[in-house]
T-cell receptor, first 114, second 111 residues
Framework: DAGVTQSPTHLIKTRGQHVTLRCSPI?????VSWYQQVLGQGPQFIFQ???????GRGNFPDRFSARQFPNYSSELNVNALLLGDSALYLC?????????????FGAGSRLTVL | GNSVTQMEGPVTLSEEAFLTINCTYT??????LFWYVQYPGEGLQLLLK?????DKGSNKGFEATYRKETTSFHLEKGSVQVSDSAVYFC??????????FGDGTTLTVKP
């Protein structure tokens, strides 16, 4: 089985632009979460979707939005990019949203904002 | 809110040395605890987990025991190898999608 796949792997944007990042979870996984990992820090929770409904949102501005599609894939959108948005964006999936479930991470999308 | 505090790094060891990376947590409820490893240029991979107090997670020679009384989940390995060089993250879940991570500890093992 394929793991969690993310696209694009790398991208460069300029301040004020918009970006869309995509994630395909492991087959059968219904929960998708997004994390932001700034260099030298641990991942910070951005969003969780389970069965196509938003289940949680981290402490990020409204410029960040996400959605989950009927096939459980997901998109993360960031508007009006700032230099500080430069980071590795990780998508993770799990079968359910139970706390005991293991998160399986994709390799990430590295965003550079110039 | 939930938080995870990891031993600050970086940590440099010689091959076959003993490894301990400390992790303590603060959480409401009864979290599950995890150690993830991140190799350069890759996403995070699960190393081990424990879902209730006194559980011991183990994998590839690494171990960690869920200590509720000390709110700790320290990672140990008896004999590290060069291939263990990576960044290690301690994390907790009360909901699978909303994990809280520590800042990571970089381990370098020298031959």
């Amino acid at each position: 089985d394929a793991g969690v796949t993310q696209s694009p792997t790398h991208l460069i944007k300029t301040r004020g632009q918009h970006v869309t990042l995509r994630c395909s979870p492991i087959s059968g996984h219904k929960s998708v979460s997004w994390y932001q990992q700034v260099l030298g820090q641990g991942p910070q929770f951005i969003f969780q979707y389970y069965e196509k409904e938003e289940r949680g949102r981290g402490n990020f501005p409204d410029r960040f939005s996400a959605r989950q599609f009927p096939n459980y894939s997901s998109e993360l959108n960031v508007n009006a990019l700032l230099l500080g948005d430069s980071a590795l964006y990780l998508c993770a999936s799990s079968f359910t949203d139970s706390g005991a479930n293991v998160l399986t991470f994709g390799a990430g999308s590295r965003l550079t904002v110039l | 809110g939930n938080s995870v505090t990891q031993m600050e790094g970086p940590v440099t060891l010689s091959e076959e040395a003993f490894l301990t990376i400390n992790c303590t947590y603060t959480a409401t409820g009864y979290p599950s605890l995890f150690w993830y490893v991140q190799y350069p240029g890759e996403g995070l991979q699960l190393l081990l987990k424990a879902t209730k107090a006194d559980d011991k997670g183990s994998n590839k020679g690494f171990e960690a025991t869920y200590r509720k009384e000390t709110t700790s989940f320290h990672l140990e390995k008896g004999s590290v190898q060069v291939s263990d060089s990576a960044v290690y993250f301690c994390a907790l879940n009360t909901n699978a999608g909303k994990s809280t991570f520590g800042d990571g500890t970089t381990l370098t093992v020298k031959p």
